[in-house]
């Protein structure tokens, strides 16, 4: 096989890091979002997709000394309607008081136990190059919760390196290591002529969420949870909105 994706250079990562800014969102809320589907199948799945929005947002108003929020002041912060937040946290007990709004540290923290990032989730990263890097450097994943344990790649030069601590090991030992450290969930950021091959093995590993960044859609059996995310797709969505923008000019 050959090496999972090109070696990040040092002048390449504020690109990268760029490109991770974008994608953390997306990556927070598939991972978080995954947990709560698979225990509550009544709450529907447009309102779990909201509650890591819900979770960033409180975060970064506890962060600005506010201690308390109405949802009137929340939906314009969010730009979503204060009867939708309402309706959403009612789903979990409302948490609010009449008069009082929303106590933002308590909220945080429920909404955080709710999303599972209380417990810590172990992570495998498939593909030590640009991607791969960018994502392990990122240090804000502990903080929620998932802590990367172990890269895999098979380029013999990048092999027993880290990367802010994370060892890269050889793809050859892909299943023992998970088989020993009881990872969850791999995040796949390796060529598509590989991706298939690959997530094949991590399921046959016991692993129950997959992140692909192949560029190719991965099919799974049904208790395995999978989000594909492509790139090009997210640039192709931002064309076509600027281009409708110009048109209606």
Do not use: W
């Amino acid at each position: 096989m050959a090496s999972c994706e090109r070696t990040l250079k040092p002048e390449n990562v504020l690109t990268i890091l760029f490109i991770n800014d974008i994608l953390l969102h997306t990556i927070v809320d598939f991972l978080t979002t995954g947990d709560i589907l698979m225990e509550d199948k009544r709450i529907s799945k447009a309102v779990i997709a909201r509650l890591p929005r819900y979770y960033r947002y409180l975060g970064e108003i506890s962060e600005e000394g506010i201690e308390r929020i109405s949802s009137k002041e929340l939906s314009v912060r969010m730009k979503v309607t204060a009867s939708q937040i309402r309706q959403d946290l009612n789903n979990f007990g409302g948490f609010g008081q009449q008069g009082y709004g929303y106590n933002v540290k308590y909220l945080y923290n429920e909404i955080g136990k709710i999303l599972g990032i209380d417990r810590q989730h172990n992570l495998i990263v498939i593909g030590a190059g640009n991607l791969g890097n960018a994502l392990t450097n990122y240090t804000n994943f502990e903080k929620r919760g998932f802590v990367i344990k172990a890269m895999f790649d098979v380029k013999p030069q990048l092999i027993g390196k880290e990367i802010r601590k994370v060892k890269i090991y050889h793809l050859d030992t892909l299943e023992d290591y998970i088989s020993k450290h009881q990872i969850q969930i791999a995040v796949l950021s390796i060529p598509k002529n590989e991706a298939i091959a690959v997530a094949k093995r991590l399921v046959n590993a016991g692993i129950k969420a997959i992140l692909n960044f192949a560029h190719t859609d991965l099919e799974v059996p049904e208790d395995v949870i999978v989000e594909n995310v492509h790139l090009s797709d997210f640039l192709m969505k931002l064309s076509y909105r600027v281009s409708s923008l110009t048109e209606n000019q």
